[in-house]
């Protein structure tokens, strides 16, 4: 203990003078908490998000009307690093659309590789395609394949 002037009379006094009590429930509610939200964090994730295959019409879709609108830009960017390697930004129209044909987007089904998907286009020419969407930081537009 310190001597000296002390602004009471009595001297400084310990600061926790009872005896600790444990809170175990306490913890438990916190770590549980924390799975649970966890748990519920994941599971909400595809409902904010959409499926798979709602990511990929939807991508498809973008990418289609940027090409009707002549933005080959916007088009370039929801390509596939593939894709980027293979096609300039230029080259997209004839590469995918078939010149000045319009898609629209008709449904869509998984590869069997279970990651890719395939969006079936109907162009406005009658003829109809495929277009491989994969996982690539979001879903990207790679390869495209003419089926009639």
């Given at each position: 203990m310190s001597s000296g002037p002390f602004l009471y009379d009595d001297?400084?006094?310990a600061l926790h003078t009872g005896t600790p009590r444990r809170r175990p429930v306490l913890l438990v509610a916190i770590f549980g908490g924390t799975a649970i939200l966890a748990v519920l964090m994941v599971l909400v994730l595809p409902l904010v998000k959409g499926s798979p295959g709602?990511?990929?019409k939807q991508a498809v879709g973008v990418f289609l009307s940027a090409l009707q609108h002549g933005d080959t830009t916007t088009a370039y960017q929801l390509?596939?690093?593939?894709?980027?390697?293979r096609l300039k930004a230029a080259d997209l129209p004839g590469a995918y659309a078939g010149g000045s044909a319009t898609g629209t987007v008709t449904?869509?089904?998984d590869d069997p590789d279970g990651t890719t998907q395939q969006v079936?286009?109907?162009w406005?020419?009658?003829s109809t395609s495929r277009i491989a969407v994969v996982p690539e930081d979001g879903a990207h537009v790679c390869g495209t394949s003419r089926t009639g």
């Open positions: 001297g400084p006094e709602d990511q990929a390509m596939c690093a593939k894709e980027h390697a449904g869509v089904s079936n286009v109907r406005s020419d009658g």
